[in-house]
């Protein structure tokens, strides 16, 4: 089980830290991802990391801006998001796989979600 938080309602150019808190071990073999789906568009890919070497991707409207981290405790992984833009508006949600992938469908394991707003 994932569970997301930290999804608020703020304005452009602020900042925000999104967390996902998986019940249980993370295993080292593990890929943690962050999508967000936008009003009226569909699930995108934002940004993993692996969990053993701690390697990362981004999308590239979030490269530069965002930064994914996990927590030394080993369960708890971080979108930490800069410069926030009204086009980040979106319900944000935590997934976690085994394959370093992009696509939704890598992932087997979801949150529920985390509403960021972004006003302008």
């Known amino acids: 089980q994932l569970v997301e938080s930290g999804g608020a309602v703020v304005q452009a150019g602020d900042s925000l830290r999104l967390s996902c808190t998986a019940s249980?071990?993370?295993?080292?073999?593990?890929?943690m991802a962050w999508f967000r789906q936008g009003p009226g568009k569909e699930r995108e890919f934002v940004a993993l990391i692996r969990w053993s070497i701690p390697s990362t991707f981004y999308a590239d409207p979030v490269k530069g801006r965002f930064t994914i981290s996990k927590d030394r405790a080993g369960n708890t992984v971080f979108l930490q998001m800069n410069d926030l833009k009204p086009e980040d508006t979106a319900v944000y949600y935590c997934?976690?796989?085994?394959?370093?992938?992009?696509?939704?469908?890598?992932?087997?394991?979801w949150g529920q979600g985390t509403q960021v707003t972004v006003s302008s």
């Open positions: 997934a976690r796989g085994s394959t370093f992938d992009s696509q939704a469908s890598a992932y087997y394991t």
């Open positions: 249980g071990r993370v295993y080292s073999s593990s890929v």
